[in-house]
């Protein structure tokens, strides 16, 4: 940052695909040392152990970004941004008229009715989060990391063979193999406890 002074710092939190959190003291300090517009996606906030929302108003140079597609309504479309008042108004004069039809206003107002539904179904996604990765850690040779969102990524031996084990069997999942630093790491998306079972009973067998 000291070096390339940007105007803009982007940084996931948490972090997609890998699921982790960035700490938080390091976040501020990248915050509170330069000038730069900070913008931390939350978008998988429902998940996550911490978040930036209350902290908005301490630092005029953030801004958190925010969707509802990781909360199971991705075809919605619709996002949120929020910053002080002074950021807001100055990129609403860039913002499309009309850029949120009158279907997906609609429905936006049926998700803030039913906010504890929302929170109770992302309770029930950390609940499986919890199990899927026990029981990951549990098959010998692969490495699970720590996840902080609605998925867990995780290494596997011989994991382009394994990828194509579950896609045969209708179980389908992120192949990260070919991405720089993520060698025969695979990232599966928590489903329900059937699903869940399932995939964990092939990995499994693809194992024993």
Do not use: W
């Not at 911490?50 to 630092?59: E, N, P, Q, R």
């Not at 909360?71 to 008229?97: W, Y």
């Not at 193999?177 to 964990?200: H, P």
């Amino acid at each position: 940052i000291e070096i390339h002074k940007p105007k803009l710092i982007f940084i996931a939190y948490p972090n997609n695909p890998t699921g982790n959190a960035f700490d938080r003291g390091a976040i501020e300090t990248i915050i509170t040392s330069t000038d730069a517009m900070v913008v931390l996606d939350e978008a998988y906030y429902a998940y996550a152990d911490d978040s930036f929302l209350m902290d908005i108003a301490k630092y005029p140079n953030l801004v958190l970004l925010r969707t509802v597609s990781k909360i199971g309504f991705a075809g919605l479309r619709l996002g949120l941004l929020i910053g002080v008042q002074d950021t807001v108004s100055e990129l609403d004069k860039l913002r499309l008229p009309y850029n949120i039809n009158t279907l997906t206003q609609v429905s936006a107002n049926f998700l803030l009715q039913e906010k504890d539904e929302i929170d109770k179904n992302a309770k029930a996604i950390l609940a499986e989060r919890a199990s899927l990765s026990t029981a990951l850690s549990g098959i010998d040779g692969l490495s699970v990391y720590p996840s902080q969102a609605n998925f867990i990524l995780f290494r596997a031996p011989g994991a382009n063979e394994l990828f194509e084990t579950l896609k045969s069997k209708g179980v389908l999942i992120k192949n990260l193999s070919s991405a720089q630093g993520l060698t025969d790491c695979l990232r599966v998306t928590v489903g329900s406890k059937e699903e869940n079972n399932s995939f964990i009973n092939i990995v499994k067998n693809y194992y024993g």
